[in-house]
């Protein structure tokens, strides 16, 4: 279905709009709560709740590209159920993936100096200079918490190809944010 | 900083989030280039001037693919049932490259065999498929025993014929695709009638390494008809001109047969006007030839100690890796060495210290190159002698004579094609479709230009060499 007739049940506030998100958004939105999260039942509730958001928001909101719009609310929820399970053992796939990312931060003290809508705003500047391809492996990873299997699998790469895109990727980044001036003085 | 990092991550606007999870962008409409290549490999055998005339009858049928195909969650019942269903795939999948990465890492045959069927082309077109010879043999080992049996493991790079079998599985399927972009593979053992055979080996050809088993009067013009319209059937009548040749010896009792079709177009696409007539410096002088152009490239340049690559990415089934020889040297150099084949199987180290990521600009000609021949010597040189002598040949478990004459190889004859075009290519018909990336162009420019005898090798995306050859005049 496409996303303006979504919108268009949600203005309605018809009740198979949440079936019309789930056929769309569901599969992916599951993986992406699963990642996070590595907990079935989180993850389902997750889900649930994200298209609580979603219906909640729209209206007012009329999002465009409707998918952006409902896997960032989807991240966000997940987010906050895994901040909120402080007893609960982390994922150890996404932390790695973070741990991964974090490493090409030029300096720590900029986990003081700089906010995170300001360093997400350099990374959105950085992968608007990236060839399209590598804007999605990155996100796949890093956003969306995918394994390197899957991302190779879906690319039609080799594990040790995606790793090593990745990791060139992140070098660039590197020296983005240090051109930008984003470093321990 | 993680917390930091996951909380920045979500300002990444709405639009790459999207285009992130629609995931590779689909296939490209109207014209690109094409790559088409076919192969058959028939093994003859016999037991010497024996009169026989038969029908012929399916002793066993091929097994149906038993990869567990991608399928949508709302096909499924209940999303339980689709997660246990993903799960059992994710788990298949990891399995077959498990057993696929060990053939690759654990056996030294595509890079020796290449080795000993490529080299000294002289001014000769060359071209083989390592992953047919492979497939091959396993089925050649399955039928044979003792230390004929051995001999083929060996070679092969298996510790037994349980572990053979899993990874002609694994090869097989990770190669399988019979979709838009297809690598077919089939395979076949044909009996002559009167043969007595074992079906247990019979049904692990079948299951292991996917090939029917038929039986008839081998040697018979009709059994010979019959065998081409396989050969022809399964390789889309592109080695036609080979397999209308093929006709088996009246002494026949045994013949393998083992095709290969693919068929993949290029990712990004050559545009035809921008094509040339240019001279290519063949070992027998200069000749003029038809040369495809692509400039700035954005893509990685791979180099070892007598070569430089470029690897040019197909639609669906893996890539084409493309070696010049550096100058001074010959293809026979680079094939001496292993750099070339463990770069594709990714069995080469760190990619760091022998790729960069560059602007090229890609000059290469438009081929059809095929070759055939008896791979009988080159097999021999690998290892594998026995099954030739008849002295020695052990088929006993599989198949049993009456005249109890020994079963032995006459013959390993190989047929293959290769085709690098822009097929179909109208210039009315082509429609540019610029790349949405924009990348920073990288600052260093390479000129890779293959007016010279080079290599080609197509591989899957598993770093399986399908095909490989040596162009010496496209």
């Known amino acids: ?185 | 900083m993680r917390e930091k990092l996951a909380d920045a991550l979500g300002y990444i606007r709405d639009s790459f989030i999207a285009e992130a999870a629609q995931g590779r962008k689909k296939r490209r409409p109207l014209w690109v280039g094409a790559v088409a290549a076919v192969l058959a490999v028939v093994i003859l055998m016999n037991w010497g001037g024996l009169p026989m005339a038969v029908q012929a009858t399916v002793v066993a049928e091929a097994s149906a693919s038993r990869v567990l195909e991608f399928k949508r969650s709302n096909q499924f019942a209940s999303d339980d049932e689709w997660w246990e269903y993903y799960e059992l795939r994710l788990s298949q999948s990891e399995d077959r490259e498990a057993a696929v990465d060990e053939v690759l890492a654990g056996s030294d045959f595509f890079s020796d065999a290449t080795n000993i069927f490529l080299c000294g082309s002289g001014s000769e077109n060359r071209v083989w498929s390592p992953v047919n010879g492979y497939i091959g043999l396993a089925m050649l080992a399955e039928t044979a025993g003792g230390s004929s049996r051995q001999q083929i493991l060996d070679a092969l790079g298996a510790d037994s014929i349980e572990t053979l079998h899993t990874q002609v599985c694994a090869v097989w399927e990770s190669c399988y695709d019979d979709g838009n972009n297809p690598c077919t593979l089939a395979n076949s053992l044909w009996l002559d009638e009167g043969l007595e055979y074992d079906q247990q080996i019979m049904d692990n050809l079948a299951y292991y390494h996917y090939a029917s088993v038929y039986q008839g009067n081998l040697g018979s013009s009709r059994t010979d008809r019959a065998m081409q319209a396989w050969l022809n059937n399964n390789t889309a009548g592109m080695l036609n001109d080979s397999v209308n040749k093929v006709t088996l010896p009246d002494d026949t009792v045994l013949a393998l047969a083992s095709t290969i079709y693919f068929q993949a177009k290029w990712v990004d696409e050559f545009n035809p006007l921008n094509n040339t007539q240019d001279s290519f410096h063949a070992p027998d002088g200069d000749i003029t030839c038809t040369f495809m152009n692509k400039e700035k490239i954005q893509g990685y340049y791979y180099w070892g100690d007598s070569f430089g690559a470029v690897k040019l990415n197909l639609k669906g089934n893996g890539c084409v890796w493309l070696f010049l020889p550096d100058e001074g040297k010959a293809v026979d150099d680079v094939l001496a060495e292993e750099q070339y084949m463990d770069m594709i199987t990714g069995n080469y180290g760190d990619p760091e210290s022998y790729s960069k990521y560059m602007m090229i600009n890609l000059t290469m000609p438009k081929f059809d190159v095929g070759s055939s021949g008896d791979l009988k010597e080159g097999l021999q040189e690998l290892g594998i002698t026995d099954v030739f002598d008849i002295g020695r040949a052990d088929f006993t478990q599989a198949v049993q004579s009456k005249t109890n004459v020994p079963v032995h190889i006459t013959s390993v004859n190989q047929a293959v094609r290769v085709q690098v075009d822009e097929q179909g290519v109208k210039a009315a018909a082509y429609i540019e479709i610029p790349g949405a990336g924009a990348a920073a162009p990288p600052e260093e420019i390479i000129d890779f230009v293959l007016d010279r005898p080079f290599l080609f090798v197509i591989a899957d995306y598993s770093g399986i060499p399908l095909f490989a050859g040596v162009v010496n005049e496209p």
């Not at chain 1, 300001?118 to 950085?126: C, N, S, W």
């Open chain 1, 1 to 185: 279905m496409e996303d303006s007739k979504i919108i268009g049940l949600l203005f309605e506030r018809a009740e198979n709009a949440i079936s019309a998100l789930a056929e769309k958004f569901g599969r992916r939105l599951r993986s992406l709560a699963l990642n996070i999260l590595g907990s079935i039942r989180d993850a389902e509730e997750t889900v649930n709740d994200t298209y609580l958001a979603v219906w909640n928001a729209i209206p007012p909101k009329q999002p465009d590209p409707l998918a952006g719009f409902v896997y960032q609310t989807g991240r966000n929820q997940a987010l906050k159920r895994l901040r909120s399970n402080t007893a609960q053992k982390r994922n150890g796939t996404y932390d790695l993936s973070l741990d991964e990312l974090a490493g090409c931060i030029p300096g720590p003290a900029l986990e003081e100096t700089v906010e995170a809508r300001e360093l997400g705003q350099v990374i959105d500047r950085f992968l608007e200079g990236q060839a399209r391809e590598n804007r999605m492996i990155f996100l796949r990873r890093y956003w969306f918490g995918d394994s390197v299997r899957d991302i190779a699998r879906a690319f039609g790469m080799k594990e040790n190809a995606v790793s090593v895109r990745l990791s060139r990727i992140r070098g660039q980044l590197k020296d983005y944010l240090i051109k930008e001036g984003y470093h321990d003085a």
